[in-house]
């Protein structure tokens, strides 16, 4: 794709396709095309992820929960959503550019850059679940694991279709990353929990 041809409605059909029909799109995903691109898609995923925790934190349905300074606290997290998203894209082409190489994939930078920011049409999806932990931590952590583990998904088919990787080292790779993200899982609700016991003892011991 060209640089010139690059429209909102573009992207957000390559988003659907990337989302619903991933092998299809990263076998032919453009390669090549310059920064531009990848720059907007990121910058538009961190845009829309932005305002699903603006509007959850708002509605005092983040991790944060509802206080007074909710609105200041939900700008300041769309603006960086949106900066670090961008940032993102050229460390996540660096991070893509690294598994390519241990799969025998591609290593143009350019090609991992366009590739990682294509695989950050999860961040919106994992933003609009976000609410969920503002229900039930549990509920939202369960829902958090299975996003994570489609991000997985299309990233086992990005490097396979998109960037030629060797599919017998991805799926070392793949199953690598899943032990770790389990690992992360159990740490997190673990962690979860001690806050949670902590907090009880706390105003237990404020009532007495």
């Known amino acids: 794709m060209s640089n010139e041809n690059i429209d909102i409605s573009t992207l957000l059909n390559e988003s659907w396709e990337t989302l619903l029909n991933p092998k299809e799109y990263f076998l032919s995903m453009p390669l090549k095309g310059g920064f531009a691109e990848p720059v907007l898609k990121a910058a538009m995923y961190g845009t829309v992820a932005g305002l699903f ?88 952590s369960i829902v958090g694991l299975a996003v994570s583990f489609y991000s997985l998904y299309l990233l086992y088919h990005a490097v396979i279709l998109s960037l030629k990787g060797n599919e017998s080292s991805m799926k070392i790779v793949a199953i690598v990353l899943v032990l770790l993200t389990l690992l992360g899982f159990f740490v997190g609700r673990k962690a979860s929990q001690s806050v949670q016991d902590f907090s009880k003892i706390y105003e237990e011991e404020q009532v007495d």
Not at 109 to 135: D, H, K, Q, W
């Open 53 to 140: 925790s603006l509007l959850w934190t708002l509605l005092g349905l983040s991790v944060l929960g509802g206080t007074m300074w909710s609105g200041a606290i939900g700008i300041m997290i769309l603006i960086s959503s949106i900066i670090g998203a961008i940032i993102a894209a050229f460390l996540g082409g660096a991070i893509m550019l690294l598994i390519s190489a241990m799969c025998g994939g591609n290593t143009d930078y350019e090609t991992n850059v366009r590739t990682a920011a294509s695989l950050m049409v999860i961040y919106p999806i994992n933003a609009f679940m976000a609410f969920l932990y503002g229900i039930n931590t549990d509920i939202g």
